[in-house]
């Protein structure tokens, strides 16, 4: 048995790495014969939307209202369009799809892509404990009686799952999320030339550039008081961090201030194309304090660029020779400032370590070479059912 229709629901389309991977992942299926349909939580009016439409893949949002009325509404497009497999992702989508799909026959595959019990998560000041614990209890009910399999992105992810959600080990399969390399061009200094001064960025400037949502697990602070310690070395550096505003932007752009940054340090936002910053940047860091497969190294190393990373399982298993990238202890300032110094003053070590990175996505991270491993995994799970 073939699996010909797959449903998709998300939490919704925004600017985010797993609605990314949905919207790049649809063209390959749409090549290998899978008919697609999409429904999302919130209206597609922003992020990746735009990419669905182009590839003429119907998209529905769940108006909201009642979770009753929404599993209701849900249940019956399932039962209208009848597919062989309906793929969940982010948490509300996975126990909404669980419960809609519950009785019809149709098994549901939901994407683990986050860490999101590790004790770890408790360390951020904002996190609620209390809430947490319910939408685990949640999550592994649902996920351990109305899920027919799990699709880990990373085998940290899947580690995680076993030990926080009381999944067993055979429900889950590791497929891990590419990106398309046809986003980004070999690095050429035309190219570079181009896109620094697109981004105001002088001949003779050290860029570092972090992309990634201004939150407490992705430690851009870590990252600022590494630039300061540069700076006081004597090694100036110019930081660009792209990423969608969040819970942590107002503590970032109080310390830029108090440390009189502002000529050095661009809060950015999200930008659309992270491309071609890539092309514009000299190092890529990324402090992340917890991930579950983090896309944004994924494109830096597509973008041919070096790594400074936190020493964390899922970076460990993007670069388990230790080529690509120099990783420092989570959280050390020091660490990650030594990082880039080191980087910083060897520009002969910066194309090397980018070099291999590039050769090292287009090996193992391109989509083309992930999506039939997630074909299979539709394919073993529509013939259990």
Not at 340 to 350: D, H, T, Y
């Amino acid at each position: 048995m073939s699996c010909a229709r797959v449903a998709y629901l998300i939490d919704s389309l925004g600017a985010g790495g797993s609605e990314r991977s949905l919207a790049e992942t649809l063209p390959h299926l749409i090549a290998a014969g899978v008919e697609s349909r999409i429904f999302v939580l919130a209206e597609p009016v922003e992020g990746f939307a735009h990419l669905v439409r182009e590839t003429g893949v119907e998209l529905e949002a769940i108006p909201p209202g009642s979770w009753p009325r929404r599993c209701a509404r849900l249940r019956r497009r399932l039962h209208e369009w009848r597919p062989d497999v309906l793929h969940t992702t982010l948490f509300y989508s996975d126990v909404l799809g669980r419960l809609a799909a519950w009785g019809t026959g149709i098994p549901v595959v939901s994407s683990l892509v986050n860490l999101s019990y590790e004790p770890l998560r408790f360390t951020d000041p904002r996190v609620a404990r209390w809430r947490f614990r319910v939408l685990q209890a949640i999550d592994g009910w649902t996920g351990r009686r109305l899920t027919a399999h799990f699709q880990a992105v990373s085998q940290a992810v899947k580690d995680s799952a076993v030990a926080r959600l009381g999944l067993t080990s055979d429900a889950i399969s590791v497929v891990r999320r590419g990106r398309d390399v046809g986003r980004f061009a070999e690095p050429s200094a035309e190219r570079r030339a181009a896109a620094r001064r697109r981004w105001q960025v002088a001949d003779d400037e050290l860029l570092i550039v972090n992309v990634g949502r201004q939150t407490f697990h992705k430690a851009q602070i870590v990252l600022l008081e590494a630039l300061l310690q540069l700076h006081r070395a004597g090694r100036p550096a110019r930081l660009i961090i792209a990423g969608s505003h969040g819970p942590c932007s107002a503590e970032l752009s109080e310390f830029v201030a108090r440390n009189d940054l502002g000529a050095s340090v661009s809060l950015a936002g999200h930008i659309e194309d992270v491309p071609e910053l890539l092309a514009a940047t000299d190092i890529f860091a990324f402090p992340s304090r917890l991930e579950g497969f983090p896309g944004a190294v994924l494109e830096a190393m597509a973008a041919g660029l070096p790594v400074a990373a936190s020493d964390i399982a899922p970076i460990r298993e993007i670069f388990p020779d230790g080529n690509g990238a120099l990783l420092f202890e989570r959280d050390s300032v020091s660490g990650l400032a030594s990082a880039l110094g080191r980087l910083a003053g060897n520009p002969s070590l910066r194309n090397d370590l980018g070099a291999a990175n590039r050769r090292a996505f287009v090996d193992r991270y391109d989509i083309r070479s992930t999506v039939p491993q997630l074909l299979d995994l539709y394919r073993r799970v529509a013939e259990a059912a």
